[in-house]
């Protein structure tokens, strides 16, 4: 990568008050992988608020039905223990609603209280027996207490290989793939064409194109509405090589690697020329054929879509706020048509992030992406979840919205970032932002940085505020 | 201490849940049956005791626990605010390992410091949550610490979650409001119609379409608890004359409570509808001539009742042909479902059941009386159920919450969301044209025959 700005080093925010959070909880990101495997349950042990909150920002992000449930823990659990309550609460999801996988999270609430979960759920399995029937029991470790929405997503896919995973027979122009956090249902299906493409075949895990993508099901289910079936999870070790997309889904692939003895190889984006020149040529070499005409063609397009962007794009300052996986993808997109990164902020110190081309890269809140970015002389372009959007107004710049949670946005799921489409689209997102912002600019003098805290200023409810939406 | 302070919020006189009960009921307390694990749904007590204060739109709201609490939760409810929206930002310690094993009453200590360096709000709020009330951080101590410190107020409100459901924590809340907030500021001025509304939190912008009826009245909204209200507003809702609880569910121990230590009259009601509307205002106005406001506001409150009822009937016009005799499936989290009933018949269409899931026993009989039958008051409804009733065209129209929406969307049935994400205001008169008008702009979208429209590779497609 070209010297565009210097390396940076992680700085952690030492606020005791975080303001506006942009990390989720560890659990929720389990939920959602879980989510993305087919007739999926994840179960939260905890108090109720801990499901309730978690569902209902899922819903108000997806708008889809998502189901979740709760061991409903209260106060004498919490001080006797929560074992009974586990226990009953997954017979009762076992009988009812009979899900293919039941993933059992822990919480802040439990973890403080040290239960030793693993114990309990084979104790619970063997009572249940049979009232368990075909559900698949998954202990998904994925304390509260550590990283945000990729780290919980990156535990629960952990916890079901270490279910299921074993050595399989080797099964040519297969590949088992695991997916990031990141990626949206859209990303998902141009890799899965991507990938067919070269005449092979796929398994993804987790698989959120296939349960959250927004399709209207024909009947009412309890349980997930697609994603990995239980067959493919069965026959992970039965691939040619395992795929890892994201630096945080490295953990769950060397562990499938090791069950099933398959190569493991591991993307860190697909968004950036050079990330997907890296896939391309990785699934050229496992197919043995050339990248079809369709591609070449993306590729070309995508190169045009650099040169046309880069205008608009080139030396001005975007601020990102994303979680360790999507900063790294929308850094390198930004970064890779000449724009600058001030600052980046982001929820937990993940490896690798100390080589991103920013100026500064704080792991911290969505009041440090304002004010580090008003300290640093502000930006041109602030790309982050919706709740960013106070930041983007304060900063007087335009929001492009990606990762977790969209609240004010339909649709976000088929937003496409990976790939060379997902790529240029990304290009001319950004190119466009920053084009219609200065020429609203150009309508009247340019704004002077206010020093201000927004908070000051009396601020209604409005159709673009971040929580406009339901 | 906690179960101490949670026993009397539901030894409530003034709940009718309670009043129902027989003695032998009364002692086993409302607790006694807890949410079932692996089929239950709804919020904590924290959830509760926060969507109550959050309203106050001048406070700091600080949740003192792990990520969970406030970044999965922050800033999702659509109260409103004609001002600051300092309400709106999500506060919170983020507690983690190194504060659990080392307690985070230090954390707390400077969060609080930060928030009052940074914002200057007039007070802070701080919300106990499970993890720290588990590991014993005394949150009363750091608040009166900080409040010394701070010179101005720093408030606990202890309702982690595991003490109980969303409601508990609704009742805490108000618990926090006597015993910390009304009485402790003077308004400058009082006036013979200074009146209070408890449990309206101004969603979506709820209070503004009933606040000019007040305003035509000369009645003063002195304490708004909590909608669009400002801290120091709330500390003088004492020297209200009349209050009126909104949901009685939520904080009717605040309406009891101003009765009891102040003398000050209240009674439950709903501005959800006309005839609600109406009765909410004869009553203020009755209220207030009795404690000796001028007797020409019982008059005039008739004549504002009429000439608003008038327009009403005028303006719902456009609308009644397509609500006529639509059938209607409510299924509201909402504690007045009789009053939502009450309203869609109004309207000319037909309820084909209610739950009454959170109604007081009061509530349902109201609902009743209204549907003639029993059959058509529903506890829960499984999922299965209400897609089956939706799909099979036995109801034209859900009205829900945002989390049973899936349900009616997925059959392919129009669907309003009648709970607190809703994104228009259904109070008072002006609330109800408001309503109306969804529901037929909804009914009549062109997007449902589309959606119903066969494939073309099924049977029936035509080109």
Request: glycine share 8%; with cysteine.
């Amino acid at each position: 990568m070209s010297p565009k700005t210097t390396p940076s080093r992680v700085e952690a925010s030492r606020k005791a008050l975080t303001i506006d959070p942009l990390k989720v909880s560890p659990p929720l990101g389990a939920a959602l992988a879980l989510l993305s495997v087919d007739r999926g349950m994840p179960l939260f042990h905890g108090s109720v608020g801990c499901t309730a909150f978690a569902l209902v920002l899922l819903v108000r992000h997806f708008r889809e039905a998502i189901p979740l449930q709760t061991t409903a823990l209260g106060e004498i659990e919490t001080i006797l223990g929560g074992t009974d309550n586990l226990e009953s609460a997954i017979r009762t999801i076992a009988t009812k609603s009979k899900p293919s996988v039941l993933g059992v999270c822990p919480t802040a609430l439990t973890d403080t209280r040290s239960e030793d979960m693993a114990a309990d759920l084979r104790l619970i399995s063997e009572r249940l027996g049979e009232d368990l029937g075909d559900t698949l029991l998954v202990h998904v470790q994925a304390p509260d207490f550590i990283g945000g929405l990729q780290e919980g997503w990156a535990a629960a896919v952990t916890g079901i290989i270490d279910v299921v995973a074993r050595p399989r027979p080797r099964r040519a122009d297969h590949l088992t793939v695991l997916t990031g956090a990141h990626l949206t249902a859209a990303d998902l299906d141009d890799l899965r064409d991507t990938i067919e493409a070269f005449d092979l075949t796929c398994t993804l895990l987790p698989d959120l194109s296939g349960s959250l993508d927004g399709h209207v099901p024909d009947n009412w289910r309890p349980v997930s509405l697609g994603g990995t079936s239980r067959a493919e999870l069965e026959a992970l070790g039965e691939a040619s090589a395992v795929l890892a997309i994201g630096e945080h889904m490295r953990a769950p692939a060397e562990l499938l690697g090791a069950r099933t003895s398959l190569p493991v190889t591991v993307l860190e984006t697909l968004t950036g020329l050079k990330g997907c020149d890296r896939l391309i040529a990785f699934l050229s070499e496992m197919s043995g054929r050339s990248a079809p005409p369709k591609l070449r063609r993306d590729r070309s397009r995508l190169l045009d879509a650099l040169i046309d962007s880069h205008f608009a794009a080139v030396g001005q300052r975007v601020a990102i706020a994303a979680e360790p996986d999507l900063l790294r993808a929308m850094v390198t997109i930004a970064t890779d048509l000449g724009c600058q990164v001030p600052v980046a902020v982001t929820t937990t110190r993940a490896p690798g992030l100390e080589t991103l081309p920013v100026d500064r890269l704080i792991v911290g809140d969505l009041d440090d992406l304002e004010t580090a970015t008003l300290e640093a002389g502000g930006c041109d372009l602030v790309i982050g979840p919706s709740p960013a959007i106070r930041a983007a107004k304060a900063l007087h710049a335009p929001l492009v919205r990606v990762g977790f949670p969209q609240v004010d946005r339909v649709g976000s799921q088929h937003d496409l970032f990976a790939g060379y489409r997902g790529t240029r689209q990304m290009a001319f997102a950004i190119a466009n932002a920053i084009t219609e912002s200065h020429a609203e600019h150009h309508l009247r003098p340019p704004h002077p940085m206010s020093p201000e805290m927004p908070h000051t200023s009396e601020v209604r409810h409005d159709s673009d505020a971040p929580v406009a939406a339901g | 201490m906690l179960t101490d302070r949670l026993a009397p919020v539901f030894e409530e006189p003034a709940c009718a849940t309670n009043r129902a009960k027989t003695d032998a009921q009364k002692r086993a307390g409302c607790k006694a049956k807890g949410p079932t694990p692996g089929a239950a749904a709804g919020g904590c007590a924290f959830d509760g005791a926060k969507i109550s204060l959050q309203p106050i739109v001048d406070a700091a709201h600080i949740v003192h626990g792990p990520i969970a609490c406030e970044g999965n939760n922050w800033d999702n409810r659509h109260s409103a605010s004609s001002g600051s929206d300092l309400y709106r930002r999500g506060l919170t310690t983020d507690l983690t390992e190194l504060d659990v094993i080392h307690g985070g009453e230090k954390k707390l200590w400077k969060a609080i410091r930060q928030a009052v360096e940074k914002f200057d709000p007039p007070a802070v709020f701080v919300y106990q949550t499970c993890v720290p009330s588990l590991t014993g951080d005394d949150i009363h101590a750091v608040c009166a610490a900080a409040a010394e410190r701070h010179g101005r107020p720093v408030i606990p409100v202890e309702a982690p979650g595991f003490v109980g459901t969303k409601n508990a924590g609704n009742r805490l809340a108000g618990q926090t409001l006597l015993d910390h907030v009304i009485g402790t500021g003077e308004p400058e001025t009082t006036t013979p119609t200074d009146i209070c509304l408890i449990a309206e939190f101004n969603i979506v912008g709820d209070l503004w379409q009933v606040k000019p009826l007040f305003d035509a009245l000369g009645i003063r909204l002195l304490s708004p608890i909590t909608g669009d209200a400002r801290y120091h507003e709330v500390t003088y809702a004492h020297r209200a004359k009349a209050s009126m609880v909104v949901c009685s569910q939520a904080m009717v121990n605040v309406g009891r409570g101003l009765q009891e230590r102040w003398g000050i009259p209240y009674f439950e009601g709903s501005f959800n509808g006309v005839r609600a509307t109406s009765e909410a205002l004869r009553t203020f106005a009755r209220l207030l001539v009795e404690q000796g406001a001028d007797a020409d506001l019982i008059d005039r409150a008739e004549a504002l009742i009429a000439e608003k009822e008038a327009e009403v009937q005028r303006q719902m016009e456009p609308y009644r042909a397509t609500l006529e005799g639509k059938k209607v499936l409510l299924y509201t989290g909402g504690n007045k479902a009789w009053s939502i009933v009450q309203t869609l018949q109004d309207m000319g269409m037909e309820v084909i059941g209610t739950s009454v899931r959170k109604s007081t026993d009061h509530g349902k009989a109201r609902a009743k009386d209204l549907l003639h039958e029993d059959k058509k008051l529903f506890g829960a409804i499984p999922a299965g159920e209400m897609f089956r009733m939706l799909k099979d065209g036995e109801a034209d129209i859900m009205l829900s919450g945002g989390r049973s929406q899936f349900v009616a969307l997925n059959a392919r049935r129009p669907w309003l969301d009648t709970n607190q994400e809703r994104h228009h205001a259904y109070a008072g008169y002006e609330g109800f044209i408001n309503l109306a008008k969804r529901m037929s702009l909804t009914l009549n979208a062109p997007i449902w025959e589309q959606v119903h429209s066969p494939a073309p590779w099924e049977e029936g497609y035509t080109a």
